[in-house]
């Protein structure tokens, strides 16, 4: 469906772009066609030739995460600086990206059966006994979303630079994409068991179509970002709200304690105990990561109120000024990120890092896990609580220990603010020869049309399959989980930003934002719901 939409002729404006005539032959689909076969290659090499030697799926992820982001270095230095061979360079990378990315979750199919294979031979059964191939198709957790989610974005990005005056778009897209399976790389590929009841072959058609979908959200997503950027919308202006959506991510990160008053200036992380994957009610102090992210959000107030004094004066010194600030911030941002990685990974000694501020809340919570009634908890007394926990800590403490994967949404939200900032302060940078070497407003405009329908038409299959299947488990249709409304949401919006341009003709800037908004409730969709919100969906 999305190569049908896309081979549809798209309008052109009088810009740089015509020099190029639009290759619409097959051999236009060559990287499709190698980054597809070449993945089911590798899988028929892995399944009659391979084994524990053979390439894991993990390393197949790290490779497309490489690629996609050198292929976007790639697309991005013949912007600014052209060289020959740039363009065709990066659209190497990116077939390589796909390959490896699609190869990734092949082969996690192929690991998933094996582990399912030893199990059932551990128990006395035979091959024969074997389930049926869709009980251990990768989509199970959201680790395994994440990979079919930014290979829905690299293929859609493949089909879409065909065009060369649409290569462009894959040096935003392709970072997101990247910034996905770093996401998934801090999740961690632990296969875990589903209930009975989410044993059904509706599992990857829904899931399928909704990794798909958001892939697809993520394209047009970037398109609309690149169609304001021609449209001539100020980067100052771009800079104000991804300057924002940084703070906001900065606030809420740590449980609100970055910016609280009682903790100000402190960042903390879940602890783990022994080899358990699942984290503690129990948080350490990070040492200086916390201030770090202070330091950040000063000079991005900074460079907000720089550019709004731009926005109402058109003072360029203001602006100047503005990238200024905004550079100290992205540097303050990398700072935070590798002292929070290097932190996470060297930290051993973590009882010195506890606040024991939080041990009754820790207490409470322990209790809980046991199973002991509420009212019960209740009568305990403070002094009672802190005494548990106290003593819980001195005998376990020694088993304490940081991860990575303590909160993957936290690190994926700190690095996608660093990208903000990233490509605002990069776009602020001879913004005349970007907006000339873009593809007409016209263009874009277009192309955001056509990804918005797709991305529509996707998650309608995604509400309609996922109530199918709903009613095939539990025997209703609707449950008004709160994933199921934040894909309802997202829906919505996707028929939004449609019906106002069917109905009343809304194109340009007020599509953009349309299509801006979607994507978000498509990611809060994807994460905010998983980790923020209980309910059926919470496994993934």
């Known amino acids: 469906m999305t190569e049908q939409v896309l081979k549809q002729p798209a309008m052109i404006g009088k810009t740089a772009e015509n020099a190029s005539p639009v290759n619409s032959t097959w051999l236009s689909f060559t990287p499709f066609a190698l980054a597809i076969g070449g993945s089911l290659l ?22 497309a995460l490489a690629c996609y982001l050198i292929a976007a270095v790639f697309y991005l230095t013949d912007l600014y600086a052209p060289f020959p061979f740039a363009k065709r360079l990066g659209m190497i990378t990116a077939t390589l990206g796909v390959f490896f990315n699609l190869s990734s979750w092949l082969l996690r199919w192929v690991a998933a059966y094996d582990r399912e294979f030893s199990i059932f031979t551990s128990q006395g059964h035979t091959a024969a006994d074997m389930p049926w191939v869709f009980r251990y198709v990768p989509f199970a957790n959201l680790y395994d979303l994440s990979l079919a989610f930014a290979f829905g974005a690299g293929v859609t990005t493949l089909l879409v630079i065909r065009r060369p005056h649409f290569r462009i778009i894959a040096a935003l897209s392709l970072p997101l994409a990247a910034i996905v399976l770093t996401l998934a790389r801090f999740i961690g590929s632990e296969f875990i068991d589903l209930p009975p009841v989410l044993d059904s072959y509706w599992r990857p058609i829904h899931v399928g179509i909704a990794s798909m979908s958001y ?28 300057s924002l959506f940084a703070l906001a991510i900065f606030a809420t990160i740590s449980k609100f304690s970055v910016f609280s008053p009682r903790t100000f200036g402190t960042y903390t992380s879940s602890l783990f105990t022994g080899s358990s994957r699942m984290s503690l009610a129990l948080r350490a102090d990070i040492p200086y990561v916390g201030w770090l992210i202070v330091a950040a959000a000063v000079f991005l107030v900074a460079a907000i109120t720089a550019f709004i004094a731009y926005s109402s004066n058109g003072d360029e010194k203001s602006s100047r000024l503005g990238r200024l600030f905004l550079g100290i911030a992205l540097v303050f941002q990398v700072a935070g990120l590798g002292m929070l990685v290097y932190q ?14 939080q041990y009754e809340r820790f207490a409470t919570w322990m209790l809980q896990q046991q199973e002991v009634p509420q009212a019960q908890i209740n009568q305990i007394g403070q002094q009672q609580l802190f005494d548990i926990a106290n003593t819980w800590v001195t005998e376990n403490g020694t088993s304490l220990h940081l991860n990575l994967s303590a909160n993957p949404v936290e690190l994926a939200a700190l690095i996608t603010a660093f990208a903000g900032t990233f ?37 309608a299959l995604l509400l309609m399959t996922g109530a199918v299947w709903a009613n095939e488990s539990w025997g209703r249709y609707w449950g008004w989980d709160s994933k199921e409304v934040g894909a309802l949401v997202a829906w919505l919006t996707y028929a939004g930003f449609l019906h106002s341009r069917i109905a009343y003709g809304w194109k340009g ?11 978000l409730f498509v990611i809060f969709t994807y994460l905010g719901v998983s980790y923020l919100l209980p309910g059926l969906h919470s496994y993934a």
């Open 509 to 519: 800037r007020r599509s953009a934002y349309f299509a801006l908004v979607a994507f």
């Open 42 to 63: 590798l899988l028929f090499a892995r399944l009659n030739f391979g084994g524990d030697q053979f390439i894991s799926d993990g390393a197949a992820m790290m490779l």
């Open 423 to 459: 490509f605002v302060l990069l776009f602020s940078f001879r913004t005349a020869r970007i907006r000339e070497m873009l593809p007409a407003a016209e263009t874009l405009d277009s192309l955001m049309y056509k990804l918005g329908g797709v991305a529509f038409a996707g998650l």
């Open 215 to 242: 892939g697809i959200a993520l394209v047009c997503f970037a398109v609309a970002v690149l169609y304001l950027l021609k449209d001539g919308l100020k980067v100052e202006k771009m800079a104000i709200w991804t």
């Open 344 to 357: 996470l990974k060297t930290t051993t000694a973590v009882l010195p890092l506890i606040q024991k501020g």
